[in-house]
């Protein structure tokens, strides 16, 4: 396929940029209220700032004013996630033969660190959707690419990815979701656990064993909605994420198209893994959504909120925690940056970045967003402040994914293996 040029790859993300291509060149790439030193835009190019621009636009326009009700009546925004797969955002890393908008791995960061600005939940859910369609894309024939990713990158469709069972969490090699092969169809029998869109979705990117114990033995399987057999457990309660709906995913008896098995026998752990690496840049960039909105969120209440007659911006104490949440912000925006780099030019060095983006972002981003809470002082902890829905929606990042734990396994192997 064609290289697809810059203009060509910017009209991707939708009509609407072009309706508002010439304001957005006119308008400077310096947003009103953000501070130089934090400023998302620096160092990117002026098509990435474009796209920047339309995500920041967007969450602030159609996810941040209804954050908090998706939160408190765990709404499934579809509506609002097709409006933003007009823009391109529903397949930003799909190539364009099939809808997709064929940007690279960083661009897929400076949108989700804009989107999540908005709501963390809902870029999430995003995230893990592209994820998801990046996968098809990249290892389904065009059979299935055609099938499958039109739908997915204009949102009409929805997409979950099934890994984790009740019995394997970080250990995934060892998962007994098992796929017997009959005639031109595997037969699914098992459950996977903690599912995102779990039984509002569409389509199931499904790991399941297909040969012996071990990675070799996986296969991955697209288990569509309505399959009989298929079915889900009760929507789970969460701290946080309560804007995506998580659950159970079923199977008894799930008679699933040999046809819908993506690549061959055995490849479905190193499809799952790939899968992952990316997964872990988008969950961090996620966080660093959060992270940035917070900082201003911090800033703004010390400039404003005063204790002992003067504002708490004069106090040095929290003028210092300031400094070191920017800091910390910007360091883990370098980080993800490189690892997305990194994986875009399918370096060496790809998979421990991507581990060490996802361990020190979430880490640090949450305790960014837990200072800016403890900023606010009692008025954070109530629910009519963004900032505890920042904490809360964060939290979970330095679990999924890979654990932190494991993050640190994965990159402590890298430097005593590799000689």
């Known amino acids: ?7 060509a790859r910017v009209a991707r993300l939708g009509s609407s940029i072009c309706r508002n291509q010439r304001v957005l060149l006119n308008r400077s790439s310096q947003r009103r209220g953000i501070a130089s030193c934090v400023d998302p835009a620096h160092g990117l ?25 998706w939160d408190q009546k765990e709404i499934f925004p579809v509506e609002t996630m097709r409006k933003a797969a007009q823009l391109g955002f529903g397949g930003i890393y799909v190539q364009p033969d099939f809808g997709g908008s064929g940007l690279s791995r960083l661009d897929t960061s400076v949108i989700f660190e804009a989107l999540s600005t908005g709501c963390v939940s809902t870029t999430a859910y ?11 894309d990249t290892f389904g024939n065009n059979e299935q690419r055609e099938k499958f990713c039109p739908d997915l990158c204009s949102m009409e469709k929805f997409a979950s990815y099934c890994l984790t069972e009740p019995g394997s969490g970080s ?4 998962l007994l979701t098992s796929a017997q092969r009959k ?13 995102s869109g779990g039984g509002d979705t569409d389509v199931y990117v499904v790991m399941c064993r297909t040969g012996g114990k071990g990675p070799k033995g996986i296969s991955c399987l697209v288990v569509e909605k309505g399959t009989p057999g298929l079915s889900f457990g009760k929507k789970e309660k969460k701290v946080g994420w309560n804007s995506q709906p998580t659950r159970a995913v079923i199977f008894e008896d799930c008679e699933v198209p040999v046809s819908n098995r993506l690549g061959e026998e055995g490849q479905g752990f190193g499809i799952a893994m790939k899968g992952l690496n990316g997964g872990r840049i988008n969950i961090a960039s996620c966080s660093l959504g959060a992270a940035h909105a917070c900082v201003q969120l911090a800033r703004d209440h010390l400039l404003v909120r005063k204790q002992f007659g003067e504002t708490l911006s004069n106090n040095q104490f929290l003028q210092f925690k300031l400094a070191e949440m920017a800091t910390k912000l910007v360091a883990s925006r370098l980080l993800v940056r490189e690892a997305a780099t990194a994986l875009q030019e399918n370096r060496s060095d790809a998979v421990s970045l991507c581990s060490m983006a996802k361990l020190f972002a979430t880490d640090e981003c949450f305790n960014i967003c837990n200072q800016a809470l403890q900023m606010h002082g009692g008025y954070g902890y109530l629910k009519d402040y ?13 679990i ?3 654990t932190n734990e494991v993050m640190r396994m994965i990159i402590s192997r890298n430097l005593l293996t590799e000689s």
Not at 186 to 195: D, T
Not at 386 to 397: K, L, P, S
Request: charged share 20%.
């Open 386 to 398: 963004a900032v505890q829905q920042f904490v809360r929606d964060i939290r979970v990042h330095q």
């Open 1 to 7: 396929m064609a290289a697809v040029g810059p203009l």
């Open 400 to 402: 999924l994914e890979g």
């Open 126 to 136: 995003i995230s893990i959707h592209n994820m998801c369609g990046w996968m098809i």
């Open 171 to 174: 250990d995934a090699a060892s």
């Open 183 to 195: 005639g031109d169809h595997y037969i699914l029998n098992g459950s996977k656990a903690f599912i």
């Open 45 to 69: 190019t002026d098509e990435q700032k474009e796209f920047q621009k339309v995500a920041f636009d967007f969450a602030a326009n159609e996810m941040a004013p209804h954050m908090a009700e």
